[in-house]
Nanobody
Framework: QVQVVESGGGLVQPGESLTLSCAAS????????VTWFRQGPGKEREVVAR????????EYARFVKGRFVLSSDNAKNTVFLQMNNLNTEDTAVYYC??????????????WGQGTQVTVSS
C-alpha cells in the first residue's frame, strides 16, 4: 500500500521559519508530482507550490514566491517545503498531494492527512 505522510508543522512567531516534509512510502515506481496545498481558517484550499519530476523548475503561488522553497530527496521519496519569513496569513493546515506510479503500473493520486502550521505572536 502506498501512502503519503506530512510532518513538520507547529507554532512559530512571525518572521520565523518551518520546514514541512511530505514522505511517500510503499510500492513506488516513481513520484510524478508533489503539490502542497493549504487551507486557512474559513478559507478554501489553495495551491502553495508544486514540484514535478524530470527536473522541471518548482512552481510557487504568488503569495509565497521568494519565501518558500521546494526541495527533494528522491532516494527517500520525500519533498520538503521550506517556509521562511512566515506571517499570520500563512496559518493553515498544509496538505501534500502526490501523483505516484505504483510498481504495478497504476497511477495513484494520494493526499496526506495534513499538518497544522500556526503563525502567531
Amino acid at each position: 500500500q502506498v501512502q503519503v505522510v506530512e510532518s513538520g508543522g507547529g507554532l512559530v512567531q512571525p518572521g520565523e521559519s518551518l520546514t514541512l516534509s511530505c514522505a511517500a512510502s510503499g510500492s513506488i515506481l516513481s513520484v510524478v508530482a508533489v503539490t502542497w496545498f493549504r487551507q486557512g481558517p474559513g478559507k478554501e484550499r489553495e495551491v502553495v507550490a508544486r514540484l514535478m519530476s524530470g527536473g522541471a523548475a518548482p512552481e510557487y503561488a504568488r503569495f509565497v514566491k521568494g519565501r518558500f522553497v521546494l526541495s527533494s530527496d528522491n532516494a527517500k521519496n520525500t519533498v520538503f517545503l521550506q517556509m521562511n519569513n512566515l506571517n499570520t496569513e500563512d496559518t493553515a493546515v498544509y496538505y501534500c498531494n502526490a501523483d505516484i506510479i505504483q510498481t504495478s503500473g497504476e497511477l495513484l493520486d494520494l493526499w496526506g492527512q495534513g499538518t497544522q502550521v500556526t503563525v502567531s505572536s
